[in-house]
């Protein structure tokens, strides 16, 4: 029986993935797999039988990821599993910063008890609420992955021209992305020119903390919008308060509330809903547990978030599956010492990320415990591991 312990509320749907060979629950003891939502788990102290980490949502920001590198841990993300939620929210979060929707309806509030002056009351004063359309305005989405690209889609169905800018594109996101759509390799031309900018960029507090600043602000269009339902940090919020108190921009949505934005006129706060939907999180635990299974059951690895992708069928009963640094020669080292056995291989993969590296070896007979042994002691093999059918 293989234990799988959940640190957060994860969807019963999982129930139909894990097989019965699988224990899952918050309170098994020495898991081989943990599966996660937002859990804080810098602090946490890890189970030695514990060999990966699936964490049912896209950031891993409350998750280790180097130190469990360095211990051997594999840890997973679900890229693209809550995308259509977030795709969703971001297009309300677009209407939001068109029209003053949210004020409208704390605005209604105050009329209750007026009896039959509310319709009269609702006349006189709407016009305060007016806004603007979304339709054929100019909308720059910065990061074109899973969520990007269904942003850029959904905003091209309603009327808008959308301005696309990723470093990164990959083959599969520029596929998924509609040819009407411009895509830009000068970030401040996007910049100058759009109307509405959204964020769909991961949040590497050395790198970005802050990506939305005065400088950034400075350069757009007088009374452009800016979404971000990517991470909050990515924006700095004085900078985007004194815009919006300025009139520099017209409006700041944000899925990630503080202190200091909450009550600010013209500054919407949702609270952080871009995956709480049904859909997502079932997308979300399903994905996590399939990553999981399987890694545990065959040492393939998908969407990991530190350590390479390496997925090979297997073709024999016996899988040695080797984390390792990524150094040159050590490949020939394991080979070695492989081959010292006796034992034939019959099919091999090797994969490399950062410093980082996976070898997946299919072998044709029963690999002997000394022969894990010596591959354990090379001196930068970090973590061994034997799938035998």
């Given at each position: 029986?293989?234990n799988?312990?959940?640190l957060?509320?994860i969807?019963?749907?999982i129930?139909?993935?894990?097989?019965d060979?699988?224990?899952?629950?918050?309170d098994v003891?020495?898991?081989?797999?943990?599966?996660?939502?937002?859990?804080?788990?810098?602090?946490y102290t890890?189970?030695k039988?514990?060999?990966?980490v699936?964490?049912a949502?896209?950031g891993?920001?409350n998750i280790?990821?180097?130190?469990?590198?360095?211990?051997g841990v594999?840890v997973f993300?679900?890229?693209?599993a809550?995308?259509?939620?977030?795709?969703e929210l971001?297009?309300?979060?677009?209407?939001?910063?068109?029209?003053k929707?949210a004020d409208?309806?704390d605005?209604?509030?105050?009329?209750?008890?007026q009896?039959?002056?509310?319709s009269?009351?609702?006349e006189?004063g709407?016009?305060?609420f007016?806004?603007t359309?979304?339709?054929?305005?100019?909308?720059?989405?910065?990061?074109?992955?899973?969520?990007?690209?269904l942003?850029?889609?959904?905003?091209?169905?309603?009327?808008?021209?959308?301005?696309?800018?990723d470093?990164?594109l990959s083959?599969?996101?520029?596929?998924r992305?509609s040819?009407?759509?411009?895509?830009?390799?000068?970030l401040?031309e996007l910049?100058k020119?759009?109307?509405y900018?959204t964020?769909?960029?991961?949040?590497?507090a050395?790198?970005?903390?802050?990506?939305i600043?005065?400088?950034?602000?400075g350069?757009?269009k007088?009374?452009a919008?800016?979404?971000n339902?990517?991470?909050g940090?990515?924006a700095?919020?004085?900078?985007?308060?004194?815009?919006?108190?300025s009139?520099?921009?017209?409006?700041?949505?944000t899925?990630?509330?503080s202190?200091?934005?909450?009550?600010?006129?013209?500054?919407?706060?949702?609270?952080h809903l871009?995956a709480s939907t049904?859909?997502?999180?079932?997308?979300?635990a399903v994905?996590?547990?399939?990553?999981?299974?399987d890694?545990?059951?065959n040492g393939?690895?998908?969407?990991?978030?530190?350590y390479p992708?390496?997925v090979?069928?297997?073709t024999?009963?016996f899988?040695?599956?080797?984390?390792?640094?990524?150094?040159?020669?050590?490949?020939?080292?394991?080979?070695?010492?492989v081959?010292?056995e006796?034992?034939?291989i019959a099919n091999?993969?090797?994969?490399?990320k950062?410093?980082y590296?996976?070898?997946?070896l299919?072998?044709?007979?029963a690999?002997?415990?000394?022969?894990?042994?010596d591959?354990?002691?090379?001196?930068?093999?970090?973590?061994v591991r034997?799938?035998?059918k």
């Amino acid at each position: 029986m293989k234990n799988i312990l959940t640190l957060n509320s994860i969807s019963p749907v999982i129930n139909d993935v894990f097989s019965d060979d699988y224990n899952v629950g918050n309170d098994v003891k020495e898991p081989v797999g943990i599966m996660l939502r937002s859990f804080k788990m810098h602090d946490y102290t890890l189970d030695k039988n514990t060999v990966a980490v699936a964490r049912a949502g896209a950031g891993v920001n409350n998750i280790p990821i180097e130190e469990y590198a360095k211990e051997g841990v594999v840890v997973f993300n679900t890229p693209g599993a809550n995308a259509n939620a977030v795709k969703e929210l971001v297009i309300c979060a677009l209407l939001l910063g068109s029209r003053k929707i949210a004020d409208s309806l704390d605005w209604v509030k105050t009329l209750k008890g007026q009896g039959e002056e509310v319709s009269k009351l609702v006349e006189k004063g709407k016009s305060q609420f007016a806004g603007t359309e979304i339709q054929g305005k100019k909308l720059g989405i910065i990061g074109l992955g899973a969520i990007g690209a269904l942003v850029a889609n959904a905003a091209l169905a309603l009327n808008m021209e959308v301005i696309g800018y990723d470093p990164y594109l990959s083959v599969d996101a520029a596929l998924r992305l509609s040819r009407h759509a411009k895509v830009v390799k000068d970030l401040d031309e996007l910049i100058k020119s759009s109307d509405y900018i959204t964020l769909h960029i991961p949040y590497i507090a050395s790198q970005n903390k802050g990506f939305i600043n005065a400088e950034f602000i400075g350069k757009m269009k007088d009374g452009a919008v800016i979404v971000n339902c990517a991470r909050g940090e990515l924006a700095d919020s004085n900078a985007i308060i004194d815009a919006v108190n300025s009139g520099k921009i017209s409006r700041y949505v944000t899925d990630f509330p503080s202190d200091e934005l909450i009550g600010v006129n013209n500054i919407v706060c949702i609270p952080h809903l871009g995956a709480s939907t049904e859909e997502a999180e079932n997308n979300c635990a399903v994905m996590a547990a399939e990553e999981l299974i399987d890694y545990i059951e065959n040492g393939n690895i998908k969407n990991s978030v530190n350590y390479p992708s390496c997925v090979m069928p297997r073709t024999t009963d016996f899988r040695l599956v080797i984390l390792h640094k990524n150094i040159k020669n050590i490949l020939a080292q394991i080979t070695s010492v492989v081959g010292g056995e006796g034992i034939n291989i019959a099919n091999l993969s090797n994969q490399s990320k950062g410093d980082y590296a996976v070898t997946i070896l299919d072998v044709e007979k029963a690999v002997p415990d000394s022969a894990i042994a010596d591959l354990s002691k090379l001196a930068d093999v970090i973590k061994v591991r034997y799938l035998a059918k």
